[in-house]
Nanobody
Framework: QVQLVESGGGLVQPGGSLTLSCAAS????????MGWYRQAPGKQRELVAA???????NYAYSVKGRFTISRDNAKNTVYLQMNSLKPEDTAVYFC????????????WGQGTQVTVSS
């Protein structure tokens, strides 16, 4: 059974930094892409950043230049380095993976809260 386990959320002041981690475990044959989504109260879940197995990245316009997504393929782990955080970055952040286990599918982590407030 595939699991995505996130860590690294918390409370940070505006202008601060946080790094989120997401480790995929289980009988994984191939990871095609991993990424991060977020959902703020009363809003739809939105893509924050994604990275394919080939290294291509995609960022939401609102986080470009502030957030960086990276992967450690050997550890099946994706990271999200978040700098210059703003109150509007406050949300639950979800890890997402497009991977092949027994079959190809999309998997989600349980979510980690990020709160940016003074």
């Amino acid at each position: 059974q595939v699991q995505l386990v996130e860590s690294g959320g918390g409370l940070v002041q505006p202008g601060g930094s946080l790094t989120l981690s997401c480790a995929a475990s289980g009988r994984i044959f191939k990871i095609n892409a991993m990424g991060w989504y977020r959902q703020a109260p009363g809003k739809q879940r939105e893509l924050v950043a994604a990275r394919t197995s080939g290294g291509s990245t995609n960022y939401a316009y609102s986080v470009k230049g502030r957030f960086t997504i990276s992967r450690d393929n050997a550890k099946n782990t994706v990271y999200l380095q978040m700098n210059s955080l703003k109150p509007e970055d406050t949300a639950v952040y979800f890890c997402n993976a497009d991977l092949t286990a027994i079959t190809r599918g999309t998997y989600w982590g349980q979510g980690t809260q990020v709160t940016v407030s003074s």
